[in-house]
Every structure is written in C-alpha cells, then in structure tokens.
T-cell receptor, first 111, second 111 residues
Framework: QQQVKQSPQSLIVQKGGISIINCAYE??????FPWYQQFPGKGPALLIA?????SEKKEGRFTISFNKSAKQFSLHIMDSQPGDSATYFC??????????FGKGTSLLVTP | SQTIHQWPATLVQPVGSPLSLECTVE??????LYWYRQAAGRGLQLLFY??????ISSEVPQNLSASRPQDRQFILSSKKLLLSDSGFYLC??????????FGQGTRLTVV
C-alpha cells in the first residue's frame, strides 16, 4: 500500500516558471516530510524538509508548503532552471522508522 | 563528516548466481541503515532496515536477505538471483532524528 501519494508523475516547465509537485499522506503519525532530488544514475539527495508544526519552509528557490489538516504537502520551485531537471521524491517518516517515498515526479525544465 | 560508500556501481549477473552488495558508513555510530530498490515508475521501495548490529527488519517478501555484521556495515545478499531482481539498489543511513542519506546506488542487471 502506497502510504505517500505523489503527483504529477511528470512535469514540463519553461525556464523561469514555477514547478509544483504535490503529495498526500494518510498516516497521522508521520512527523517528518523531506523532499529528495535525484539525477540519473545517482542516489537521491536531500533537498529540503519540514516538520508538521510548520506550515511553510523556504530555502532559496525551493519552498515546502504543508497543510496538516488536509494531510498534504507540496514542493514549489521558483524561477525553475534547466539544471533543476531531475526526479523529485516526497517522503514521510514515522519517528524511528524508515522513510516512505512517493513514486516520484520527473521534472523537465525547457530552455 | 559522514559518508556512505556503496559498491559496486554496476553489476551484471546471470540468473541463479549469488549476490552480495556492500554498504559502509563513516563518521557516525549506531546509524539506522536501509536498503531500497528503485524500479522505473515505482519509486523507492524499502527492502530492509536495521537499527543495530544483527537487527534486520524486512518490509517485503522476496528473494533477498540482509545482514549487519558490524555497526556501520550493511550487506544485501541473494543465494540465487532471479530476472526480477534487476534494478537500482540504494543503501541509506540516518540518525534517529535526521533525514536519510543515500549512497550512489548499484545498477544490477540479471541476465
């Protein structure tokens, strides 16, 4: 059973545009929500993360928005660049246990 | 600083042959260790995780096994590989409270 549902599966955005990836979860015991970025042939790398007591976290061009009541969280990439083209995974963790990942979103930023 | 080493990077093995993938972590003690498998379109599937030496939890029934002979060493094994074992295998570690950090992965092709 997929504990974290991620959409869209793929996304094409023009350079300078905003990329938005959404995730939803059911388990209210999840207490940590990271996003990972993965380039082809490489392992995922942590991009940004948030805890449920915060509604938004921003790091540079990357922002996580978190809606605890709706059990949803999203990644916004502002001023998207071709170098942002990668696969993005959202995840959720119940403290002390392993991360549960979404299925990933393949992002392509066109010049 | 902490680093994670995973090898080999690529591996081609015949059906029915054994498998041993190794992962080691440096710069931390008593980490949580994980093995994930990544298949196209299916995201990251947790295979095994370990919270200490000799303590292994399996998430899905399969042809694989894991062992943790030392605090910072995690091994993924199989006695007889199947075609369906092909995929991208990722080792990861985490502190109890922090995010997971991934190795660079092993691309396994069973022929």
């Amino acid at each position: 059973q997929q504990q974290v549902k991620q959409s869209p599966q793929s996304l094409i955005v023009q350079k300078g545009g905003i990329s938005i990836i959404n995730c939803a979860y059911e388990n209210t015991a999840f207490d940590y929500f990271p996003w990972y970025q993965q380039f082809p042939g490489k392992g995922p790398a942590l991009l940004i993360a948030i805890r449920p007591d915060v509604s938004e976290k921003k790091e540079g061009r990357f922002t996580i928005s978190f809606n605890k009541s709706a059990k949803q969280f999203s990644l916004h990439i502002m001023d998207s660049q071709p170098g942002d083209s990668a696969t993005y995974f959202c995840a959720a963790r119940n403290s002390g246990y392993a991360l549960n990942f979404g299925k990933g979103t393949s992002l392509l930023v066109t010049p | 600083s902490q680093t994670i080493h995973q090898w080999p990077a690529t591996l081609v093995q015949p059906v029915g042959s054994p498998l041993s993938l190794e992962c080691t972590v440096e710069g931390t003690s008593n980490p949580n260790l994980y093995w994930y498998r990544q298949a196209a379109g299916r995201g990251l599937q947790l295979l095994f995780y370990s919270v200490g030496i000799g303590q292994i939890s399996s998430e899905v029934p399969q042809n694989l096994s894991a062992s943790r002979p030392q605090d910072r060493q995690f091994i993924l094994s199989s006695k007889k590989l199947l075609l369906s074992d092909s995929g991208f295998y990722l080792c990861a570690w985490s502190d109890r409270e922090l995010e997971a950090f991934f190795g660079q992965g092993t691309r396994l092709t069973v022929v």
